[in-house]
């Protein structure tokens, strides 16, 4: 075979192997990047809110037909995922990047016809997602202990639902008028996302303190810790901000009030306690920082945390909260660069072998 067209048949099958093994949690990729190309406008950043804006859309793009390829070529992986303790709850990423890439539309682009899609478009996944998904994971018969079986990273299914309301939130603000039975759901659905919340880290916490842990289970979705809370946070505050335009968020002003400022507060308490664990895996235990697409997921929560506190100083009128996003919106920044450099570079190298001559030359011989 000639050596051109043994790499590029190599190069196909290594594209088809990724397509294959595609995490469903990549799409926090677009989560991340949308939310901090959000925090980086509302701080005022010059140039870089539109740079990430193109890399996203970008991104979203390219995942959703990866994604289509893998459901065309690859259903039986599509199944096991859905069913799988470890995998299942990632496909949550795709309603939050809808929701957050709808926000960008709504916000920076002044598009809300487009986010309106997107907003419905999450909404049909989520709806199908939530009920596929724990109905899958309920009447599986080998299901994996407590202690295998749950992360941080199920909180995506808390972040989807609260991204819903945000955006919801959001398109109520730029239409500038509110229809009662949309902001009855929106505050059903920021409800839910908080008792859903309530459930999963009861779960989570217990499997921190009352099984062996470590080094190995800290993986980086437990940021999501932190990232569904600012969330929620985020979006009691927008329909704080919006409660003007409604009669019922009136009536339910100090309840808004109240359960924002907990969600707050208990994203706080987690940042101190996710670094010290971080430390704990990556200084004390010396494991490699290697690039995985989970890191997303921590990337993530520091660009929600950003968003959050500012809109949370905006419905409090407290306005000695805003040197805490200024902080943090460089931390998001920093820790985005570095996580789409390791995209980057691992991506060369893994191309780089792929199309590398020396095992092709001991094929022909």
Request: hydrophobic share 55%; charged share 10%; proline share 5%.
């Amino acid at each position: 075979m000639p050596l051109h067209l043994s790499r590029s048949a190599r190069l196909w099958r290594g594209l088809s192997s990724g397509v294959a093994q595609l995490s469903p949690a990549y799409f926090a990729m677009v989560m991340a990047t949308g939310i901090i190309s959000i925090a980086c406008t509302l701080e005022g950043i010059p140039v870089v809110p539109k740079i990430l804006l193109v890399i996203n859309v970008t991104a979203y793009l390219l995942l959703w037909a990866l994604l289509i390829a893998r459901i065309c070529f690859y259903p039986h992986k599509i199944a096991e995922d859905l069913s799988s303790h470890a995998r299942g709850p990632g496909f949550f990423t795709m309603v939050a990047a809808s929701s957050v890439i709808g926000t960008q539309f709504a916000t920076q682009l002044g598009l809300p016809s487009v986010a309106k899609g997107l907003w419905g478009l999450a909404f049909i996944l989520w709806l199908s997602l939530t009920y596929v998904i724990f109905t899958a994971l309920t009447i599986r018969r080998e299901k994996p202990t407590l202690e295998n079986g749950i992360n941080g990273g199920w909180l995506t299914a808390v972040v989807a639902t609260q991204s819903l309301v945000v955006l919801g939130c959001t398109l109520v603000s730029v239409a500038g008028a509110a229809d009662e039975a949309m902001m009855f759901g929106l505050v059903c659905l920021w409800l839910a996302g908080g008792m859903l919340y309530i459930w999963m880290i009861s779960l989570i916490f217990y499997r921190y303190t009352f099984f062996r842990f470590h080094p190995e289970d800290l993986s980086p979705p437990y940021w999501i810790n932190m990232g569904a809370v600012a969330i929620s946070t985020l979006a009691g505050a927008l329909l704080i901000l919006n409660v003007e335009k409604s009669e019922l968020l009136q009536s339910l002003l100090p309840f808004l009030k109240g359960f924002t400022l907990l969600f707050w507060a208990t994203a706080t308490w987690w940042i101190p306690m996710l670094v010290i664990l971080g430390v704990w895996r990556y200084v004390y235990h010396r494991l490699p920082l290697t690039y995985d697409p989970l890191y997303w997921g921590a990337v993530f929560p520091l660009g929600m945390y950003t968003v959050a506190t500012i809109r949370l100083s905006e419905s409090f009128h407290l306005k000695f909260l805003l040197t805490i996003p200024s902080i943090f919106v460089g931390l998001a920044l920093t820790a985005w660069l570095f996580t789409f450099l390791g995209l980057v570079v691992g991506g060369l190298i893994r191309l780089r072998s792929l199309t590398s001559s020396a095992p092709l030359d001991q094929e022909n011989t």
